[in-house]
């Protein structure tokens, strides 16, 4: 057990509808990273959130949206979903930004109907 | 543009033997590696990290080489155990601008032990 919660487990959901994904870091750890895997890209960075603030991002989509809250948890919100949305979320967490390691979640499975 | 590959999909070898995963990287502005092992249904586990300016870390049964010049990394498993049995996935990061800690990840390799 990482320490890191994801929830849900699972979404199914149809094109065009919006869903918010929900990571509660490890206890202590202050950034938040959100990966996503598909079948043929393997896991690739999103964004990361340190404190409460954005600080890098990567292929973040403009419909997806992510924000870290006072008490450290952090959503991922994507809309207008498409079938190439269809996806493993991870969520990732670790104390600080320095050189240490990030510790995952087990994934949110999003499907796209 | 890949920049850190796994170029074995799979590999298979005898419990007790050593298993030896492999990783290339292209850019140079990586200075931190990281492996992974991912079991079906979970999220990847944290094993073993090196920083660029060693060669080598020992932790237990596992030791990553880093060997800069070539841009290559590796991991060793000795002994291999069944429970060893899972993807692994090589990862690097280069620190960005205010220490971002954004890893890039290989698209894994599939390690079975046979007992």
């Known amino acids: 057990d990482s320490g890191v919660t994801q929830t849900p487990k699972h979404l199914i959901t149809a094109t065009g509808q919006r869903v918010t994904l929900r990571c509660s870091p490890r206890s202590g750890d202050l950034s938040v990273y959100w990966y996503q895997q598909s079948l043929d890209q393997g896991l690739q960075f999103l964004i990361q959130?340190?404190?409460?603030?954005?600080?890098a991002k990567g292929n973040i989509l403009e419909r997806f949206s992510a924000q870290q809250f006072p008490d450290l948890h952090s959503e991922l919100n994507l809309s207008s979903l498409e079938l190439g949305d269809s996806a493993l979320y991870f969520c990732a967490s670790s104390v600080g930004i320095s050189r240490e390691p990030q510790h995952f979640g087990d994934g949110t499975r999003l499907s796209i109907l | 543009d890949q920049q850190v590959k796994q170029n074995s999909p799979s590999l298979s070898v005898q419990e007790g033997r050593i298993s030896i995963l492999n990783c290339d990287y292209t850019n140079s502005m990586f200075d931190y590696f990281l492996w992974y092992k991912k079991y079906p249904a979970e999220g990847p586990t944290f094993l073993i990290s090196i920083s660029s300016i060693k060669d080598k870390n020992e932790d237990g049964r596992f030791t990553v080489f880093l060997n800069k010049s070539a841009k290559h990394l590796s991991l060793h498993i000795v002994p291999s155990q069944p429970g060893d049995s899972a993807v692994y996935f090589c990862?690097?990061?280069?620190?960005?601008?205010?220490?971002?800690?954004?890893?890039?990840f290989g698209k894994g390799t599939k390690l079975t032990v046979n007992p």
């Open positions: 990862a690097a990061s280069a620190g960005g601008e205010g220490g971002s800690e954004k890893l890039v």
């Open positions: 959130y340190y404190n409460g603030e954005e600080r």
